[in-house]
């Protein structure tokens, strides 16, 4: 499930609320964001908005808590045969070497919103929810793959780790700086350390 | 070299301005952050402050920029009798288990001005030296692991790439989510993967 799934065809209020949300981080970013401009990407009572959020950081943690409970509850995962390609399904679709102008704009607004947690305990207990969300979903297919016998039988909790801090650290950097070019490196290199660590049958790749 | 080395016993004016910078800094965090605020810290005149910089940016891209020209030629770095003990030391000192309380609210300001690259196209530009610096340094040390036979003769530019990810991943996922009880797993799974790809010579370990 990608991000834009979560904010396709919005039913209810709460649904347009978080739709509008998106469109005007996206459009806007964090620093230059209001709940004026939020309001406008919202079709119905601007009140409304005013009326359930006290400002813009309020809004922005229920937006937040609704994106990680849809991924959780939210629509199914695309099915893979095999956990090694279940692992490289979930890094093709983080770490793709072009990303659309979108998930451009979205990964650089959720870069502004993660830095808001170093000084805002609110967005720290968010993204520390995030985090152990995101390590559960990594350590849960390492898992799969031990059972299927195509991973060997590892501790899955430090593997997940360092997987979900190259994740993070490679997201970071491509919204950052100029890492365009040292990507392609970048990913093979991930898949060698994950060929190394979980499937190599001949230890000596 | 820590940062606090760099902006210890500040002799000329210019580097009285960047140790005020460096302590409103840690003290304020970027968003806080005002030229009044830096000129609080500073002893001489203010109106040299104003007369310099544009406005608090400005003197934040120049500060970036002093630590970096001090990283690539101030103080020398500590010697290691190895390029494995080089490359420990670098990850001891950039990821200790306890980070002392000035070392965090610096983190914190840090990781405040890389997410300014988001948007900001002087602070991308300056954290695109930053990361081909750190690089490049990371390169340096393994390309004297292999001439001193230690390392294993592999391309030192994917394992830089790598280690510099998990470094800058780390340092956004402890600045901004709970990862204390988390951070010595990652550290011995990094040492892990350092051990494998570089100098394991029973490849099977």
């Known amino acids: 499930m990608s991000v834009a799934d979560v904010f396709a065809e919005p039913d209810t209020t709460r649904e347009a609320i978080m739709h509008a949300t998106y469109v005007a981080l996206c459009e806007h970013g964090y620093a230059d964001l209001t709940i004026q401009r939020i309001a406008d990407e919202f079709p119905k009572s601007k009140s409304l908005l005013y009326h359930h959020y006290d400002d813009k950081d309020d809004l922005l943690l229920s937006f937040l808590q609704y994106m ?26 983080i770490l793709p070497d072009e990303l659309e102008p979108d998930r451009e704009a979205f990964l650089a607004a959720m870069i502004e919103l993660r830095a808001q947690a170093a000084h805002d305990p609110d967005y720290r207990a968010y993204f520390s929810r995030h985090d152990a969300f995101f390590c559960d979903r990594l350590r849960t297919i390492i898992d799969r793959g031990i059972a299927e016998e195509v991973f060997r039988p590892v501790d899955p909790e430090p593997v997940a780790e360092v997987v979900l801090t190259i994740i993070e650290g490679a997201m970071l950097r491509r919204s950052t700086a100029q890492l365009d070019d040292a990507l392609p490196t970048l990913r093979a290199e991930i898949d060698a350390y994950i060929d190394q660590r979980l499937h190599a049958k001949d230890p000596t790749r």
């Open 68 to 93: 990680l409970d849809e991924f959780q509850t939210g629509v199914p995962e695309p099915e893979y045969a095999t956990a090694r390609e279940q692992l490289q399904g979930v890094l093709d679709h």
